[in-house]
T-cell receptor, first 116, second 114 residues
Framework: GDSVTQMEGPVTLSEEAFLTINCTYTATGYPSLFWYVQYPGEGLQLLLKATKADDKGSNKGFEATYRKETTSFHLEKGSVQVSDSAVYFCALRGTYSGAGSYQLTFGKGTKLSVIP | EADIYQTPRYLVIGTGKKITLECSQTMGHDKMYWYQQDPGMELHLIHYSYGVNSTEKGDLSSESTVSRIRTEHFPLTLESARPSHTSQYLC?????????????FGPGTRLTVL
């Protein structure tokens, strides 16, 4: 079945540092890939997405490129801010395969803390 | 921008009480979902619906039940709450419109059962 593996946290960075959160996946076909962010006490917000190989999703300075050859979708940001402190989830939506095809498969989440 | 609402945001109740967690969306999405999020942050799908009068159980077994009588409304009910039900519950919705079935989440309900 589908699976998502993301780097374990917690990750602590100083403000303006470079961020990478690794995410690799296992799926058949051509899944769509997502990054969600969860701020303290809130639900998940869609951060960015990519629907096919070599697509780059970007939002709020975050980027991730869909790499089919390495089955990866790593999240990057060039200069993090204190306000980026949150939990980040990588997720995939598999290609249609009947019942349950609309479900997302999530990674376990990576907690990021950015200190001034 | 997603318009999906959950009430209450926080709930503390005693063991044995019946509770209903509300979830509504104003986007006309046909698909809706309930997730349980454990303290370690991992998300578990407990129920989903493809449309009115359609409900399915998710990957994680749950003692809760759901109903989908209206497109916009997907309430979750616990007939008799127990301390093991203490968790964060997240509702989401999605649609195939625009080709990519993207899930949008509500703010969550944090449930504590004493």
């Amino acid at each position: 079945g589908d699976s998502v593996t993301q780097m374990e946290g917690p990750v602590t960075l100083s403000e303006e540092a470079f961020l990478t959160i690794n995410c690799t996946y296992t799926a058949t076909g051509y899944p769509s890939l997502f990054w969600y962010v969860q701020y303290p006490g809130e639900g998940l917000q869609l951060l960015l997405k990519a629907t096919k190989a070599d697509d780059k999703g970007s939002n709020k300075g975050f980027e991730a490129t869909y790499r089919k050859e390495t089955t990866s979708f790593h999240l990057e940001k060039g200069s993090v801010q204190v306000s980026d402190s949150a939990v980040y989830f990588c997720a995939l939506r598999g290609t249609y395969s009947g019942a349950g095809s609309y479900q997302l498969t999530f990674g376990k989440g990576t907690k990021l803390s950015v200190i001034p | 921008e997603a318009d999906i609402y959950q009430t209450p945001r926080y709930l503390v109740i005693g063991t044995g009480k019946k509770i209903t967690l509300e979830c509504s969306q104003t986007m006309g999405h046909d698909k809706m979902y309930w997730y349980q999020q454990d303290p370690g942050m991992e998300l578990h799908l407990i129920h989903y619906s493809y449309g009115v009068n359609s409900t399915e159980k998710g990957d994680l077994s749950s003692e809760s039940t759901v109903s989908r009588i209206r497109t916009e409304h997907f309430p979750l009910t616990l007939e008799s709450a127990r301390p093991s039900h203490t968790s964060q519950y997240l509702c989401a919705s999605s649609s195939d419109r625009g080709n990519v079935d993207t899930q949008y989440f509500g703010p969550g309900t944090r449930l504590t059962v004493l």
